[in-house]
Protein backbone atom coordinates (compact mmCIF):
# COMPACT_ATOMS: atom_id res chain seq x y z
CA UNK A 1 0.00 0.00 0.00
CA UNK A 2 2.80 2.24 1.16
CA UNK A 3 4.26 1.82 -2.47
CA UNK A 4 0.94 2.83 -4.13
CA UNK A 5 0.61 5.51 -2.52
CA UNK A 6 3.64 6.69 -3.10
CA UNK A 7 3.08 6.26 -7.13
CA UNK A 8 0.12 8.81 -6.61
CA UNK A 9 1.35 11.32 -4.56
CA UNK A 10 3.63 14.04 -5.73
CA UNK A 11 4.85 16.73 -3.72
CA UNK A 12 1.95 18.19 -2.34
CA UNK A 13 0.76 19.64 0.82
CA UNK A 14 2.49 18.10 4.17
CA UNK A 15 -0.30 18.51 6.43
CA UNK A 16 1.50 16.99 9.32
CA UNK A 17 4.23 19.13 9.42
CA UNK A 18 2.33 22.66 8.49
CA UNK A 19 5.10 22.90 5.18
CA UNK A 20 3.03 24.05 2.41
CA UNK A 21 4.74 22.23 -0.88
CA UNK A 22 3.37 23.53 -4.56
CA UNK A 23 1.82 20.09 -6.40
CA UNK A 24 3.75 19.28 -9.42
CA UNK A 25 1.97 16.93 -11.81
CA UNK A 26 3.68 15.82 -15.00
CA UNK A 27 1.40 15.81 -17.91
CA UNK A 28 3.31 12.95 -19.47
CA UNK A 29 0.82 9.41 -20.33
CA UNK A 30 3.27 7.42 -18.10
CA UNK A 31 2.61 9.62 -15.21
CA UNK A 32 -1.42 9.83 -15.86
CA UNK A 33 -1.07 5.94 -16.55
CA UNK A 34 0.29 5.50 -13.64
CA UNK A 35 -1.52 7.38 -11.16
CA UNK A 36 -4.58 5.59 -12.75
CA UNK A 37 -2.92 2.30 -11.86
CA UNK A 38 -2.20 3.22 -8.64
CA UNK A 39 -4.78 4.97 -7.56
CA UNK A 40 -7.00 2.29 -8.65
CA UNK A 41 -5.33 0.07 -6.28
CA UNK A 42 -6.11 2.42 -3.52
CA UNK A 43 -9.41 2.86 -4.34
CA UNK A 44 -10.22 -1.00 -4.62
CA UNK A 45 -8.43 -1.77 -1.04
CA UNK A 46 -10.05 1.69 0.60
CA UNK A 47 -13.45 -0.39 1.13
CA UNK A 48 -11.45 -2.88 3.19
CA UNK A 49 -11.90 -2.13 6.55
CA UNK A 50 -8.31 -2.72 8.30
CA UNK A 51 -7.23 -1.17 4.91
CA UNK A 52 -9.05 2.10 5.08
CA UNK A 53 -7.83 2.07 8.53
CA UNK A 54 -3.92 1.97 7.84
CA UNK A 55 -4.63 4.83 4.76
CA UNK A 56 -6.45 6.95 7.25
CA UNK A 57 -3.65 6.86 9.15
CA UNK A 58 -1.39 7.97 6.32
CA UNK A 59 -0.81 11.50 5.03
CA UNK A 60 -2.92 9.92 1.92
CA UNK A 61 -5.81 11.64 2.70
CA UNK A 62 -4.64 14.94 3.05
CA UNK A 63 -3.14 14.95 -0.16
CA UNK A 64 -6.10 13.55 -2.03
CA UNK A 65 -7.91 16.79 -0.74
CA UNK A 66 -4.89 18.71 -1.78
CA UNK A 67 -5.16 17.24 -5.40
CA UNK A 68 -8.36 17.90 -5.12
CA UNK A 69 -8.19 21.53 -4.93
CA UNK A 70 -6.30 21.63 -7.88
CA UNK A 71 -8.19 21.41 -10.85
CA UNK A 72 -7.33 17.90 -11.64
CA UNK A 73 -8.24 15.84 -15.11
CA UNK A 74 -11.60 14.37 -14.61
CA UNK A 75 -10.29 10.77 -14.11
CA UNK A 76 -8.02 11.91 -11.55
CA UNK A 77 -10.59 13.35 -9.50
CA UNK A 78 -13.11 10.69 -10.10
CA UNK A 79 -10.30 8.51 -8.42
CA UNK A 80 -9.33 10.53 -5.69
CA UNK A 81 -12.83 10.68 -4.76
CA UNK A 82 -13.44 7.23 -4.72
CA UNK A 83 -10.67 6.71 -2.59
CA UNK A 84 -12.22 9.04 0.19
CA UNK A 85 -15.53 8.08 -0.32
CA UNK A 86 -15.01 4.42 0.08
CA UNK A 87 -13.07 5.64 3.29
CA UNK A 88 -16.38 8.03 4.55
CA UNK A 89 -18.01 4.29 4.63
CA UNK A 90 -16.23 2.83 6.82
CA UNK A 91 -17.16 2.68 10.38
CA UNK A 92 -16.08 6.12 12.85
CA UNK A 93 -14.43 7.25 9.93
CA UNK A 94 -16.77 9.74 8.22
CA UNK A 95 -16.45 12.53 10.71
CA UNK A 96 -12.63 12.19 10.86
CA UNK A 97 -12.39 13.07 6.86
CA UNK A 98 -14.96 16.11 7.17
CA UNK A 99 -12.71 17.80 9.25
CA UNK A 100 -10.08 17.20 6.52
CA UNK A 101 -9.43 20.95 5.54
CA UNK A 102 -11.97 21.49 2.48
CA UNK A 103 -12.90 17.80 1.72
CA UNK A 104 -16.65 18.86 2.05
CA UNK A 105 -16.29 22.53 -0.21
CA UNK A 106 -14.19 20.83 -2.59
CA UNK A 107 -16.71 18.29 -3.10
CA UNK A 108 -19.12 20.35 -3.15
CA UNK A 109 -17.97 22.28 -5.75
CA UNK A 110 -16.86 19.39 -8.32
CA UNK A 111 -20.61 18.20 -7.45
CA UNK A 112 -21.71 21.58 -8.90
CA UNK A 113 -19.28 22.30 -11.50
CA UNK A 114 -18.04 18.92 -13.22
CA UNK A 115 -19.90 17.77 -16.47
CA UNK A 116 -18.32 14.29 -16.31
CA UNK A 117 -20.42 11.36 -14.86
CA UNK A 118 -18.08 9.31 -13.13
CA UNK A 119 -16.70 12.36 -11.22
CA UNK A 120 -20.23 13.12 -9.92
CA UNK A 121 -21.12 9.66 -8.81
CA UNK A 122 -18.38 9.88 -6.94
CA UNK A 123 -19.05 13.39 -5.45
CA UNK A 124 -22.35 12.04 -4.56
CA UNK A 125 -21.31 9.55 -2.62
CA UNK A 126 -20.72 12.16 0.00
CA UNK A 127 -24.07 13.20 0.41
Given at each position: ?29 A ?63 V ?33
Amino acid sequence: LIEQIRRILPSCADTHTGRNIDMVYESSEASETDFEEAGCTLWDVSSIPEQAAFLMNSPLPSVLVCLLQTNPKDRQAEVALGVLANLACQHGVVSRLAQENGLVEVALEILIASLHPPTLIEAVRFW
